[in-house]
């Protein structure tokens, strides 16, 4: 089994930044197609970027040219830079493998992102 832990969030101002990462464990990281999601009270979890193993990537089209994903296998981090942050990418953001194309692992416990002025 996979452990994450994230980390990197806090209180922004709307149009700010935060770069988000997700340490996780054991040495087949490199081969799990991985992915970043959010979640606020009372909605489903939903997936904002994905990242292949071999670099490709995906994004919601809420976060499309605003969010990057990225990773670093030598690390076994994934990373999520967030640029223009608005309002309403406040939640709680995890990772985790990319649920279109695999099973998840456990979830970690997240790290909340706040974008209030």
């Known amino acids: 089994q996979v452990q994450f832990v994230e980390s990197g969030g806090g209180l922004v101002q709307p149009g700010g930044s935060l770069r988000l990462s997700c340490a996780a464990s054991g040495a087949l990281f490199s081969r799990y197609a991985m992915a970043w999601y959010r979640q606020v009270p009372g909605k489903q979890r939903e997936l904002v970027a994905a990242i292949r193993q071999d670099g490709r990537t995906n994004y919601a089209d809420s976060v499309n040219g605003r969010f990057s994903i990225s990773r670093d296998n030598a690390k076994n981090t994934v990373y999520l830079q967030m640029d223009s942050l608005k309002l309403e990418d406040t939640a709680v953001y995890y990772c985790?493998?990319?649920?279109?194309?695999?099973?998840?692992?456990?979830w970690g416990q997240g790290t909340q992102v706040t974008v209030s002025s």
């Open positions: 985790n493998r990319d649920s279109t194309i695999s099973s998840l692992f456990s």
